[in-house]
């Protein structure tokens, strides 16, 4: 499970984005999630972009964060399936992808040492590693930390380390689950920092985020959940200021939206 941490619809939903665009590095097809004789995740169809800034948004519970785990490969889904450029999702995929929690998953080594292990994890060299340590190093401005115990930053220094030792091992696509919450401004922007560089330099970000601000500074894509599915999909302005399902413009408002559609039987 340490190397997992490190590797680093309701009928007929409103959708703005292409139903089937090209090249997509990402697929869910059919997804769906049972536990406890409920069905968390319900018939998920979605295709993440390469080099696209995917957000995904909805109330708490809207499955969100379990959606990022099963895109992600960390849990397996009741039906339906995760297609990495067109094949199954395995472990040479997942190897290409990195997820940051929203609690940062440390070991109880050094910050340096968290950093070595991610990417010894990944087979490289010891000169490559070498190289992508002290870059690491450099753009998470954590170098006077370096051999400080990892568990004793403060949570936004906890933070950019996970984040800059994700895409040390240069994944195509980074999974973040709200990185920023409970952070003050200062972390925030040094995190978004982070992640709009890795989206300059070519990787997807698939990011979870409550935050209407964050989502407008960081998105190309949305994603709207509710209660499992998804119910709306569109560029992030058009869905923020003109959205057309009653879940999403309820949780705009602020509204409890509590009307659930009928479900087919698990």
């Known amino acids: 499970m340490l190397e997992a941490a490190f590797d680093m619809a309701a009928p007929a ?6 139903e089937r665009p090209p090249g997509a590095v990402l697929r869910a097809r059919g ?27 909805g109330a708490n519970g809207a499955g969100k964060s379990l959606l990022l785990r099963l895109l992600h490969g960390l ?7 995760v297609l990495w450029q067109g094949r199954p999702l395995d472990r040479e995929g997942r190897l290409r992808q990195a997820m ?28 490559e590693r070498r190289a992508r340590e002290a870059e690491a190093m450099e753009r998470s401005q954590l170098g006077g930390l370096a051999n400080r115990p990892a568990r004793v930053l403060s949570g936004g220094e906890q933070q950019r380390l996970a984040v800059v030792r994700a895409l040390a091992c240069a994944p195509r696509v980074l999974f973040l689950d709200e990185p920023t919450a409970s952070l003050d401004p200062g972390s925030t922007h040094a995190i978004e920092q982070l992640v709009a560089d890795a989206h300059e330099s070519g990787v997807a970000i698939v990011l979870v985020t409550h935050d209407i601000g964050q989502a407008r500074r960081l998105g190309d894509d949305l994603i709207f959940l509710h209660e499992g599915r998804v119910v709306e999909t569109g560029p992030v302005s058009g869905v923020l200021d003109a959205p057309r399902s009653e879940a999403a413009r309820a949780w705009l408002e602020g509204r409890l939206y509590l009307e659930s559609p009928p479900r087919p039987e698990a």
């Open 13 to 18: 939903p409103a959708t703005g984005m292409d």
């Open 100 to 127: 940051v929690f929203q609690r940062p998953v440390l070991l109880r080594r050094s910050v340096l040492a968290n950093l070595r292990f991610a990417l010894a994890v990944r087979g490289l060299s010891r000169p």
């Open 75 to 81: 849990i397996r889904p009741t039906a339906g399936e």
């Open 31 to 57: 997804l769906c999630f049972d536990a406890g004789g409920k069905r968390l995740i319900d018939n998920i169809d979605i295709d993440i972009r390469p080099g696209r800034r995917t957000l995904v948004m």
